[in-house]
């Protein structure tokens, strides 16, 4: 919804990292720290162009699971207390007592627009979430205006233990300018259920009192643990500088300005502070008191969000769309110090279409926020990560630990050693509510094996494999439609996304290939049945075909000419629909509520032997 602060872009607007692969993503051995407070506090090196289409033209980190957790309806309600909102944004993440909690806001259709809510789902394991329910309902202010939820931070892990979820009361039609009645927060019991809403700072500079609000302050509540934990959460300015945006007072209370905070501690204890616009700050008191605040070296000025973090092996990632208006792509990028940043890849390289137009409601995965710390860790040492898609829906991502760009060995998936309703862990899933990617038990088909399904109007199902990169392979697979017309596209793709091998099996029932840039029908494919196709490419780097192989026959008169020019390969990947470069925006779409026939892919026995 904003612009970029002043318009001020840094030394370079577009930032990715140099295409060579990494083992295992180890940080390059960069500068050290900066030794003063006058150096930026982080940096990107090594900077390349990033496209404009889903993915950037980055490679993506290997590994990483996109899961949806609410897909936005109009006409059936998906959400406990039945809204029907279409604009849902903002979401935050904890993990607590062996769940993920999940806060978000929404609103009827338009950013700001009234009645803005906080709603709050949970899940164990991050896959299948409960429907979400009100955590903090819309009031209405003495002139009559309803309410309008915001905030920059959403949950708060008391001193006691105990679990908080927070959130702002701002009004129309700026929630955040300072205006609103105040900060409130409740606890979250184990059971799920609510304790009471209290405030715990108020506007009182915007004229906000006791005698003008509906809830009690939280002094005011009996619970001597409750009285014990709001107080510390007051003196952790760690913590209470991401309330400024929403609250602006002048009191002495907020030693730092800035939006949408994100910080992390570096190995030298230093906490390093990351706001909107690639603003960034050092505090070596936990908040007290900050260096100046400065645009960070060669990192894009965005308004997104941006999230930074250690991980469980001891590096340091930062989250963020890198570019200076795009909201797209949603990349990372990795670091040795928390202080200079190397490479940039992929967690969310998919952009469907909108489905409901909406004021301020940009294209993207946006928003990003992991775990703060004290908030929780993750139990499988995983990287996890929050962000909306679209100003709509709500996603996760679970980035394997260590992060890493590139596999090492030949692919032999059989899916036996899986469980029923799993992810395998060294594929790439893009997995939405209507469309998910599972590992499923066949039984007399074939045991275990990846499904892909898809009864999404406006989306498809998506599973990509990385290989070591090559230009001569092997590959062979199996893929038993459950129908008799589907549609699911397989691809090879180099580094940068190219489809220099792409093959379909389409909705008439036949496997087509694109021989540069002409489909060739590759012959009938069988439903309720397994078809095997295996294609083999010659190792010479000159070389621009393929010779492919249909259920134990050649497919085509000649070979397989390469639809886009590629120098290797590196990923194969299956798709229910058709490629798309961007989804676009801005009109509600027809049938968007209404799921379609149902299609079902399983694929088995994926082999891909690069040539030596």
């Known amino acids: 919804m904003h612009a970029p602060l002043h318009g001020r872009l840094p030394a370079c607007a577009l930032v990715a990292l140099g295409l060579c692969s990494l083992p295992a993503l180890q940080a390059q051995d960069t500068k050290p720290a900066p030794a003063n407070d006058k150096d930026?506090?982080?940096?990107?090196?090594?900077?390349?162009?990033?496209?404009?289409?889903?993915?950037?033209?980055?490679?993506?980190?290997?590994?990483?699971?996109?899961?949806?957790?609410?897909?936005?309806?109009?006409?059936?309600?998906?959400?406990?207390?039945?809204?029907?909102?279409?604009?849902?944004?903002?979401?935050?993440?904890?993990?607590?007592?062996?769940?993920?909690?999940?806060?978000?806001?929404?609103?009827?259709?338009?950013?700001?627009?009234?009645?803005?809510?906080?709603?709050?789902?949970?899940?164990?394991?991050?896959?299948?979430?409960?429907?979400?329910?009100?955590?903090?309902?819309?009031?209405?202010?003495?002139?009559?205006?309803?309410?309008?939820?915001?905030?920059?931070?959403?949950?708060?892990?008391?001193?006691?233990?105990?679990?908080?979820?927070?959130?702002?009361?701002?009004?129309?039609?700026?929630?955040?300018?300072?205006?609103?009645?105040?900060?409130?927060?409740?606890?979250?019991?184990?059971?799920?259920?609510?304790?009471?809403?209290?405030?715990?700072?108020?506007?009182?500079?915007?004229?906000?009192?006791?005698?003008?609000?509906?809830?009690?302050?939280?002094?005011?509540?009996?619970?001597?643990?409750?009285?014990?934990?709001?107080?510390?959460?007051?003196?952790?300015?760690?913590?209470?500088?991401?309330?400024?945006?929403?609250?602006?007072?002048?009191?002495?209370?907020?030693?730092?300005?800035?939006?949408?905070?994100?910080?992390?501690?570096?190995?030298?204890?230093?906490?390093?502070?990351?706001?909107?616009?690639?603003?960034?700050?050092?505090?070596?008191?936990?908040?007290?008191?900050?260096?100046?605040?400065?645009?960070?070296?060669?990192?894009?000025?965005?308004?997104?969000?941006?999230?930074?973090?250690?991980?469980?092996?001891?590096?340091?990632?930062?989250?963020?769309?890198?570019?200076?208006?795009?909201?797209?792509?949603?990349?990372?990028?990795?670091?040795?110090?928390?202080?200079?940043?190397?490479?940039?890849?992929?967690?969310?390289?998919?952009?469907?279409?909108?489905?409901?137009?909406?004021?301020?409601?940009?294209?993207?995965?946006?928003?990003?926020?992991?775990?703060?710390?004290?908030?929780?860790?993750?139990?499988?040492?995983?990287?996890?990560?929050?962000?909306?898609?679209?100003?709509?829906?709500?996603?996760?991502?679970?980035?394997?630990?260590?992060?890493r760009d590139a596999e090492s060995k030949a692919v032999e998936d059989s899916f036996e050693g899986e469980t029923p309703g799993a992810l395998p862990a060294t594929w790439n899933l893009y997995s939405p509510l209507w469309a998910p990617v599972r590992v499923v038990d066949t039984q007399s088909l074939s045991g275990k094996a990846l499904e892909l399904r898809d009864a999404d109007p406006y989306d498809y199902a998506r599973a990509q494999r990385l290989f070591p990169r090559t230009h001569g392979l092997e590959l062979s697979l199996r893929v038993f439609p459950r129908q008799d017309k589907g549609r699911l596209e397989i691809e090879l793709l180099g580094p940068k996304g190219e489809r220099p091998v792409q093959l379909v099996f389409a909705e008439d029932g036949h496997l087509w290939a694109n021989h540069e840039g002409q489909w060739q029908d590759a012959g009938p494919y069988q439903s309720k049945a397994w078809n095997t196709v295996a294609l083999t490419i010659a190792k010479s780097p000159g070389s621009d075909r393929a010779d492919l192989s249909f259920n134990g026959k050649t497919a085509l008169r000649r070979a397989l000419v390469f639809a886009e020019p590629a120098e290797s390969m590196e990923r194969l990947s299956l798709r229910t629909g058709r490629h798309r470069e961007r989804g676009e925006g801005g009109r509600d779409l027809p049938g968007a509520d209404t799921q379609v026939p149902e299609q079902s892919f399983l694929v088995d026995e994926v082999s891909i032997k690069p040539t030596p």
Request: proline share 7%.
């Open 40 to 403: 930026p506090v982080v940096r990107l090196l090594t900077p390349v162009e990033v496209k404009p289409n889903a993915d950037g033209g980055l490679r993506p980190v290997l590994g990483v699971h996109n899961l949806q957790v609410f897909r936005a309806n109009k006409t059936v309600s998906p959400h406990a207390d039945g809204l029907l909102h279409s604009y849902n944004h903002a979401p935050m993440l904890a993990h607590w007592k062996g769940r993920f909690y999940l806060e978000y806001l929404s609103g009827p259709r338009d950013e700001h627009e009234t009645p803005c809510i906080t709603s709050l789902t949970s899940s164990v394991d991050g896959v299948t979430w409960e429907r979400p329910r009100i955590a903090f309902p819309a009031i209405t202010f003495p002139d009559g205006s309803l309410s309008v939820s915001h905030q920059r931070m959403g949950f708060h892990v008391g001193a006691s233990g105990r679990l908080y979820v927070l959130s702002f009361y701002g009004k129309a039609p700026s929630p955040n300018d300072g205006s609103g009645m105040g900060r409130a927060l409740r606890e979250v019991h184990e059971d799920g259920s609510f304790g009471p809403i209290h405030f715990i700072r108020l506007n009182t500079h915007a004229g906000w009192t006791l005698e003008k609000v509906p809830f009690p302050m939280y002094e005011a509540s009996k619970d001597s643990v409750f009285l014990s934990d709001c107080r510390a959460l007051l003196a952790d300015k760690r913590v209470t500088n991401q309330w400024w945006e929403e609250d602006r007072s002048t009191d002495g209370f907020y030693p730092i300005a800035g939006k949408a905070l994100s910080s992390y501690h570096r190995a030298d204890g230093a906490l390093v502070g990351l706001w909107k616009d690639a603003l960034s700050a050092l505090s070596h008191d936990e908040g007290r008191t900050w260096t100046t605040k400065q645009f960070s070296g060669n990192v894009p000025v965005n308004s997104s969000k941006y999230w930074g973090q250690r991980t469980g092996d001891g590096r340091y990632v930062m989250v963020f769309n890198p570019t200076t208006r795009l909201r797209h792509p949603l990349a990372l990028s990795l670091s040795k110090d928390g202080a200079s940043f190397s490479g940039l890849w992929t967690v969310h390289g998919e952009l469907p279409d909108q489905r409901f137009g909406g004021a301020y409601k940009n294209m993207g995965p946006q928003y990003v926020r992991g775990i703060s710390e004290g908030n929780g860790t993750a139990p499988d040492g995983a990287l996890w990560l929050t962000y909306s898609v679209n100003k709509e829906d709500l996603w996760v991502a679970r980035v394997p630990v260590p992060v």
